[in-house]
């Protein structure tokens, strides 16, 4: 039984970035994947701080989150050079980022989530919990866990 995707089926992969060097690694990972799998769907998911809470302002501020998400995407691979079938779309959410993560993974019906990682073991990630780890308990579909590498 061939496994493979149906040539003309999009392929969804959602990318969560909290702008940090681990989402950027992420990102990287995330662009190579859409590409090679077009047509995709890239979502580009930033998770702001339930602390934050609701401003007057709130739009203008998830504009100005997508604005920097489209600028991170271009420092990595300019978008003019992508696919034409690879479509970008940012959305901007307020909670707890593993629950938005999941619940944008369901949501979208998505193939992949893509998640950068910072390596944490012992005390470090049971005092700070994992976002990556409950990612990937949770999602209803395959979890890439991306860490950045060490300098050699």
């Not at 990318?15 to 994947?33: G, K, N, P, Y």
């Not at 990630?125 to 395959?142: D, I, K, Q």
């Amino acid at each position: 039984m061939d496994q493979t995707a149906p040539a003309s089926s999009k392929y969804t992969i959602v990318i969560a970035t909290d702008f940090s060097d681990h989402s950027r690694v992420a990102l990287e990972e995330a662009l190579a994947i859409a590409t090679l799998r077009a047509p995709s769907e890239l979502v580009l998911l930033h998770i702001m701080d339930l602390a934050s809470g609701t401003t007057l302002d709130a739009m203008a501020e998830s504009e100005k989150v997508a604005n920097s998400m489209l600028a991170e995407v271009e420092r990595i691979r300019p978008i003019k050079d992508l696919p034409a079938n690879v479509k970008l779309h940012c959305h901007v959410v307020r909670g707890a980022p593993a629950d938005c993560i999941v619940d944008e993974a369901t949501s979208h019906n998505c193939d992949l989530v893509v998640v950068g990682t910072h390596g944490r073991t012992g005390l470090g990630r049971l005092v700070l919990g994992s976002v990556a780890e409950t990612v990937v308990r949770l999602a209803p579909c395959n979890v890439l866990t991306v860490k950045k590498r060490k300098p050699s």
